[in-house]
């Protein structure tokens, strides 16, 4: 099993920043990928960014490309979310995943491990 458990989100003003973290534990894999998706209420949950174990490949929702960057730290098992120039629209809960495997997969039934999300609210 893996434990994924996220924080950083909050309430921000529009055109504000705010860094998410994810930090893993448990059974680890000798290659996976990191994904962090998004959910508004009535909405389904849709795919954001992510990230291969050693960063070489990344992939972003159309959404966010040049307004959010994914990263991450092997050493401390952790995948980040830096969210700049922030809009109202961004405002949801955001869930961080993980699966074994190099691709950055996009759709939420690719990924077996969730956390239990972190709100992000942004105000206009």
């Known amino acids: 099993q893996v434990q994924l458990i996220e924080s950083g989100g909050g309430l921000v003003q529009a055109g504000g920043s705010l860094r998410l973290s994810c930090a893993a534990s448990g059974r680890t894999f000798s290659s996976y990928t990191m994904g962090w998706f998004r959910q508004s209420p009535g909405k389904e949950r849709e795919f954001v960014a992510a990230i291969s174990w050693d960063g070489s490949i990344t992939n972003y929702a159309d959404s966010v490309k040049g307004r959010f960057t994914i990263s991450n730290d092997n050493a401390k098992h952790t995948v980040y979310l830096q969210m700049s120039s922030l809009k109202p629209e961004d405002t949801a809960v955001y869930y961080c995943?993980?699966?074994?495997?190099?691709?950055?997969?996009?759709?939420?039934?690719?990924?077996?491990?969730w956390g239990q999300g972190t709100q992000v609210t942004v105000s206009s």
């Open positions: 995943a993980a699966r074994g495997g190099l691709q950055p997969y996009i759709r939420p039934r690719d990924y077996d491990y």
